[in-house]
T-cell receptor
Framework: GAVVSQHPSRVICKSGTSVKIECRSLDFQATTMFWYRQFPKQSLMLMATSNEGSKATYEQGVEKDKFLINHASLTLSTLTVTSAHPEDSSFYIC?????????????FGPGTRLTVL | LAKTTQPISMDSYEGQEVNITCSHNNIATNDYITWYQQFPSQGPRFIIQGYKTKVTNEVASLFIPADRKSSTLSLPRVSLSDTAVYYCLVGVRFAGSARQLTFGSGTQLTVLP
């Protein structure tokens, strides 16, 4: 399966600052990546679909001006949380496409823990 | 995207076989069934994927009946390290294309010594 990395693994920032999270597909050229958010004891919630060379597609209720997504290359997508507030503290996970047994499926990064003070 | 229903939690003992069943009554013709495992503060890890009948790999088996309205993940001889949340997802697979998967609530499996 595909290998996906995220950086940083955890970040603590002050309220009002912006934080950038990187998602890299290490062994696969990903035209599409996905960004999820997961609050404690809850399931993953899809935030947006990141498309290489075009604008991201955001899920309903996700502010595109607050969560900026850039997918400038086939191996890198970034999520920038702008003017972060404590309620943005969460576990952010990206995923990309890979192949298992001849069938495409999604592979996930290790996640980034964001804590906004 | 098809909605899935799983038990919220299950307990088992080391060495036992664990079967987790997922319901997906409105699964579409093109939908595949995928299972993921997630440990705390980690991203989900792919376990197994199938379309129909039975699929087996080195860590699990996936049983899918003919009507495909449910699926069962089977974990043979679980160990303490298998304690995790298990997600069943149903999504469309287009060749060379990606479609997002909708996560349900998942099943918290706790393996006891």
């Amino acid at each position: 399966g595909a290998v996906v990395s995220q950086h940083p693994s955890r970040v603590i920032c002050k309220s009002g600052t912006s934080v950038k999270i990187e998602c890299r597909s290490l062994d696969f050229q990903a035209t599409t990546m996905f960004w999820y958010r997961q609050f404690p004891k809850q399931s993953l919630m899809l935030m947006a679909t990141s498309n290489e060379g075009s604008k991201a597609t955001y899920e309903q209720g996700v502010e595109k001006d607050k969560f900026l997504i850039n997918h400038a290359s086939l191996t890198l997508s970034t999520l920038t949380v702008t003017s972060a507030h404590p309620e943005d503290s969460s576990f952010y996970i990206c995923s990309t496409m890979g192949t298992s047994g001849g069938t495409d499926t999604q592979y996930f990064g290790p996640g980034t823990r964001l804590t906004v003070l | 995207l098809a909605k899935t229903t799983q038990p919220i939690s299950m307990d088992s003992y080391e060495g036992q076989e664990v079967n987790i069943t997922c319901s997906h009554n409105n699964i579409a013709t093109n939908d595949y069934i995928t299972w993921y495992q997630q440990f705390p503060s980690q991203g989900p890890r792919f376990i197994i994927q199938g379309y129909k009948t039975k699929v087996t790999n080195e860590v699990a088996s996936l049983f899918i009946p003919a009507d495909r309205k449910s699926s069962t993940l089977s974990l043979p001889r679980v160990s303490l390290s298998d304690t995790a949340v298990y997600y069943c997802l149903v999504g469309v697979r287009f060749a060379g294309s990606a479609r997002q998967l909708t996560f349900g609530s998942g099943t918290q499996l706790t393996v006891l010594p």
